[in-house]
């Protein structure tokens, strides 16, 4: 059973078209909710860990958010360097390890 | 600085044979970890020591064994490599001691069996 779904698996978006990417988890005792940036041919990147529901953090045209049930990651105004794939994880009280989704593979043309 | 480092960075063989990866981290930090990410790009943990001591063992074949000779560095051995094992393997690390800490990852190894 998936424990963390992001949805959609790819997303077009011309520069300067805002969108937000979704991802929802099923996990019990939230430990945080993560997530990260990945390049082709490199290891994810970290951007954010969100701790409790109502929680948003920003960094430059990138905004998370958290409910009970799911996390978005809104990117406003999207540049061609945004392309990448976004991984969002979580962790479940009691445990170290980080449970990832499949990610979201974002183009941003331009 | 390189935070996370993985050796090598490209690695060709043969089914059947045995070989290493090898992960070290300048981060000071006292948990590292080994995933698998496989050709749909899906990443998932495999292994984790903190402090050289073993925490997560995820079901992975006994041909993998994790080995951290200090809390700086983590390598895999795979034994009689397997076509299914060719995957990117990244490694990761992370500071202890607090809730929420996030992972930092290494550039990983692109493993090909052929």
């Known amino acids: 059973e998936d424990q963390v779904t992001q949805s959609p698996e790819a997303l077009r978006l011309q520069e300067g078209e805002s969108s937000s990417l979704n991802c929802s988890y099923t996990?019990?005792?939230?430990?945080?909710l993560f997530w990260y940036r990945q390049d082709p041919g490199k290891g994810p990147e970290f951007l954010f860990t969100l701790y409790s529901a109502g929680e948003e953090k920003e960094k430059e045209r990138l905004k998370a958010t958290l409910t009970k049930k799911e996390s978005f990651l809104h990117i406003t105004a999207p540049k061609p360097e945004d392309s990448a794939t976004y991984l969002c994880a979580v962790r479940q009280g009691g445990s170290e390890k980080l449970v990832f989704g499949k990610g979201t593979k974002l183009t941003v043309n331009p | 600085d390189t935070a996370v480092s993985q050796t090598p960075k490209y690695l060709v063989t043969q089914m059947g044979n045995d070989k290493s990866i090898k992960c070290e981290q300048n981060l000071g930090h006292d948990t590292m970890y080994w995933y698998k990410q496989d050709s749909k790009k899906f990443l998932k943990i495999m292994f984790s020591y903190n402090n050289k001591e073993l925490i997560i063992n995820e079901t992975v074949p006994n041909r993998f064994s994790p080995k951290s000779p200090d809390k700086a560095h983590l390598n895999l051995h795979i034994n009689s490599l397997e076509l299914g094992d060719s995957a990117v393997y990244f490694c990761?690390?992370?500071?202890?001691?607090?809730?929420?800490?996030?992972?930092?990852f290494g550039p990983g190894t692109r493993l090909t069996v052929l």
């Open positions: 990761a690390s992370s500071p202890t001691g607090g809730d929420y800490n996030e992972q930092f």
């Open positions: 996990v019990s005792g939230l430990r945080g």
